[in-house]
Nanobody, 122 residues
């Protein structure tokens, strides 16, 4: 099970920190990815934290603004989002894949959270 929190309404240029708490599986062995889906758009991978070597992936649209981190002791992954833009408005989901390295193929994910809404608007 994955449970996201931390979404909300923020003005352009603001920040939010999303959390994804995992339970019921061996968290350490799973790559964790944040996806997002805006109305009328396909779900896209935003950022991933691998298991293999701690490597991280960021979509070009969020590089330099978003930071992913994971605390394996607490089974939690965070997404720090700075300099938010209206284009970042979406439902954000965290997902866990049973692979040591990152993947953006949604079918490869075993667990999904319920999503948390992020709205960037003045």
């Amino acid at each position: 099970q994955l449970v996201e929190s931390g979404g909300g309404l923020v003005q352009p240029g603001g920040s939010l920190r999303l959390s994804c708490a995992a339970s019921g599986f061996t968290f350490y062995y799973y790559a964790i990815t944040w996806f997002r889906q805006a109305p009328g758009k396909e779900r896209e991978g935003v950022s991933c934290s691998s298991v293999l070597d701690g490597s991280k992936y960021y979509a070009d649209s969020v590089k330099g603004r978003f930071t992913i981190s994971r605390d394996n002791a607490k089974n939690t992954v965070f997404l720090q989002m700075n300099s938010l833009e209206p284009e970042d408005t979406a439902v954000y989901y965290c997902a866990a894949a049973p692979y040591p390295d990152c993947t953006l193929v949604t079918d490869e994910y075993s667990y999904w959270g319920q999503g948390t809404q992020v709205t960037v608007s003045s």
